[in-house]
């Protein structure tokens, strides 16, 4: 089956400009999570979301940062005045959580962001 | 989630079994053993997991001590295409949030 996509694969921008980055999660699955890989570094969480739960937004950096989750499926993640900071490969997972299952998370191919 | 240790790097020769160990002395009992590897330039891919029991499926095995301290992944034949950074992760399985990556193991296959 279809796994988690992301678009657009790359992305370069200026400094100052918004940015706004998609994500669809396996179908069914009812978690979704946002991270950033900075070049030759681990994962950074940002945000997750869980069915119609409040998002679990600790890991979002600053105020800059934003996504939402509509009708439980598609994820956009949207960072503003963007800075050469925000540079990084941002990936998408998504997970069935159940009763049974173990929260696997299957990861997107990530979308890599340049700020220029 | 319990802290893992990985060695940074290692090789392996093309058609033999690679073995990645980690260790975990501080896992808690109801923390599982996760696997995922990242290509370069592609998001972490799933591998498996695991609890207590030794766990197989099509892409590799998985050992975990019976002190559950320490595990290893095996790539019963290894391929070019397995060249990647492997990561070990120990966390709860469900109703946790997010997937803590260390700096993982970067196997090189070679011909």
């Known amino acids: 089956g279809a796994g988690v996509s992301q678009s657009p694969s790359n992305k370069v921008t200026e400094k100052g400009k918004d940015v706004e980055l998609r994500c669809d999660p396996i179908s069914g699955h009812t978690a979704l999570y946002w991270y950033r890989q900075s070049l030759g570094q681990g994962l950074e969480f940002l945000i997750y979301f869980q069915g119609n739960s409040a998002p679990d937004k600790s890991g979002l950096p600053s105020d800059r940062f934003s996504a939402e989750r509509t009708g439980g499926s598609v994820s956009t993640l949207t960072i503003q005045r963007t800075q050469q900071e925000d540079s990084a490969v941002y990936l998408c997972a998504s997970s069935l959580v159940s009763s049974v299952s173990t929260d696997t998370q299957y990861f997107g191919p990530g979308t890599r962001l340049t700020v220029l | 989630d319990a802290k893992t240790t990985q060695p940074t790097s290692m090789d392996c020769a093309e058609g033999r079994a690679a073995n990645l160990p980690c260790n975990h002395s501080?896992?808690?009992?109801?923390?599982?053993v996760y696997w995922y590897r990242q290509i370069h330039s592609q998001g972490p891919q799933y591998i498996i997991h695991?609890?207590?029991n030794n766990e197989t499926n099509e892409m590799a095995s998985l050992i975990i001590t019976e002190d559950r301290k320490s595990s290893t992944l095996i790539l019963p034949h290894a391929t070019l295409r397995d060249t990647a950074v492997y990561y070990c992760?120990?966390?709860?399985?469900?109703?946790?949030?997010?997937?803590?990556f260390g700096a993982g193991t970067r196997l090189t296959v070679k011909p």
């Open positions: 695991g609890l207590k």
């Open positions: 992760i120990v966390r709860v399985g469900r109703n946790n949030n997010d997937m803590r």
């Open positions: 501080t896992i808690s009992g109801n923390e599982y």
